[in-house]
C-alpha cells in the first residue's frame, strides 16, 4: 500500500510526525504537500493528494491542516473520494469498515501526534466490510453521480460574420428622417 500525504504549514508538524510513523511501519508514502507561496492554500494540497489517490498512484491519502476540516471539505469535491475527518480512533475504524474511505483528514490543532498516530493505525489496519456495506457506498457513489455537474460545453467555434447579412440588417434600420 502506497499513502499520499500532504499538508498546509499548520500541519506541516503532525504531518512530519506521520511520516515517521510510516517509515517505522515501512509503508511507502509520497509528499504532495507545496512549498513557497502556496503552502498555505490547503485546497490545492487537497486536489492533489486527492488525484493521486483517483489515479491509482496511491491507495489512500492523509491530509493535515490545522482542524482537518478544510482538507476534508475539499478533498469530497472529487468524485471518488471518500474524505473522513477522525480525532479519535473509533472514527477511523468504522470509516473503512462502514464506508470504505480512502483519505483521512486530521486537525494538527486538534489531535497531537501520539493520537494521531493511534487514529492512523486503526485507519490503516482496517479493512472494508464490502459484503454487508457495499450497497450503501453504491448508493452513495449514484447520489455522486447524479448530482455532478454536467461536464464543460467546449466554447463554439467564432464564425466570421456574414458580410451580406450583415448588410441586409443595416438596410432595414430606421434612419432619423423616418422617426
Known amino acids: ?9 499548520s500541519g506541516l508538524p503532525l504531518k512530519e510526525a506521520l511520516k515517521t510513523y510510516l517509515d517505522s511501519r515501512q509503508i511507502p508514502y509520497e509528499d504532495f504537500s507545496i512549498s513557497g507561496e502556496e503552502v498555505s492554500q490547503y485546497p490545492h494540497v487537497a486536489e492533489r493528494v ?6 491509482g498512484r496511491a491507495e489512500r491519502g492523509i491530509l493535515v491542516c490545522g482542524n482537518g476540516a478544510g482538507m476534508c471539505i475539499a478533498a469530497n469535491k472529487f468524485p471518488g473520494i471518500r474524505a473522513v ?3 479519535e480512533p473509533y472514527t477511523a475504524i468504522t470509516s473503512r469498515r462502514y464506508n470504505n474511505t480512502n483519505v483521512l483528514c486530521l486537525g494538527a490543532r486538534v489531535v497531537g501526534s501520539g493520537l494521531a498516530s493511534m487514529i ?3 485507519w490503516l489496519s482496517a ?3 464490502g459484503q454487508a456495506n457495499q450497497a450503501q457506498l453504491d448508493s452513495i457513489t449514484r447520489i455522486e453521480q447524479r448530482n ?12 466570421p460574420p456574414d458580410q451580406e447579412l450583415t448588410r441586409k440588417l443595416e438596410d432595414t434600420r430606421p434612419t432619423r428622417a423616418q422617426d
Open 1 to 9: 500500500m502506497k499513502i499520499a500525504i500532504g499538508s498546509d504549514t
Open 50 to 55: 486527492s488525484k493521486a489517490v483517483l489515479s
Open 127 to 129: 479493512a472494508f466490510d
Open 85 to 87: 475527518l477522525c480525532s
Open 148 to 159: 455532478a455537474p454536467p461536464a464543460a460545453l467546449p466554447p463554439a467555434p467564432l464564425v
Open 120 to 122: 492512523l493505525e486503526g
